[in-house]
């Protein structure tokens, strides 16, 4: 069965609807003031704080400092983290050395050819996730490009409960990731979070 990552969480209504469903990923995009589900490194903290144990807080970061990044890793702030800009093998190499516990590091690739296919499969990250663009854009890449990956890996990129299930199929990823599908008006509806969950919950890969 595949596991689920709920993304973008910026209010504590939020993480009530999160702790309800029981995803195993709960994002939160950190200091990337682009984005309007940002939340600073202080508002994740509260945030994380009262997620209900067995969730893993995911830190979601575009070229930030290594220093944010470590420092909200081994503070147990976040308890993985998602690279979603353009760091590089030296960038991983440079976090892994500040990182004082063994926590897992996901690195993300904008899918459209199969040489981002390739690259993918060979990042030095714990785990990498397969998106369509820059995030959060509520659209798909072609998903058989996947059928090439040969390790875990998280699918986003236009995941809803309208494809979930074919995806899940079809992609037999590792995990999935939701973000704009679960939003109504801009913000996290409890409603559509909970159908994507029981969608993938039901659904055999």
Excluded at 151 to 168: E, H, V, Y
Aim: proline share 3%; aromatic share 6%.
């Amino acid at each position: 069965m595949a596991r689920i990552k709920l993304c973008g969480m910026s209010r504590m209504e939020d993480i009530a609807a999160v702790n309800e469903i029981r995803p195993e990923f709960c994002g939160f995009v950190i200091e990337v003031l682009k984005s309007r589900r940002n939340v600073s490194a202080v508002q994740v903290e509260r945030l994380s704080a009262a997620l209900a144990p067995g969730i893993v807080p995911v830190g979601v970061f575009v070229n930030a400092e290594v220093s944010l990044v470590a420092d909200l890793l081994n503070r147990g702030v976040i308890g993985a983290a998602q690279l979603h800009g353009q760091e590089d093998e030296a960038y991983i190499s440079r976090l892994r050395n500040r990182i004082k516990a063994d926590v897992p590091l996901i690195q993300a690739f904008s899918i459209r050819t199969k040489e981002d296919v390739l690259r993918a499969v060979k990042s030095s990250a714990d785990l990498i996730l397969l998106d369509q663009g820059s995030g959060g854009s509520g659209r798909t890449f072609d998903w058989s490009l996947a059928d090439a990956v040969d390790r875990p890996f998280f699918l986003a990129g236009g995941l809803g409960s309208g494809n979930l299930a074919q995806a899940i199929r079809a992609v037999k990823p590792w995990a999935v990731d939701l973000s704009s599908a679960l939003e109504t008006d801009g913000y996290k509806d409890p409603k559509k979070m909970r159908e994507a969950v029981q969608i993938v919950r039901t659904t055999e890969s």
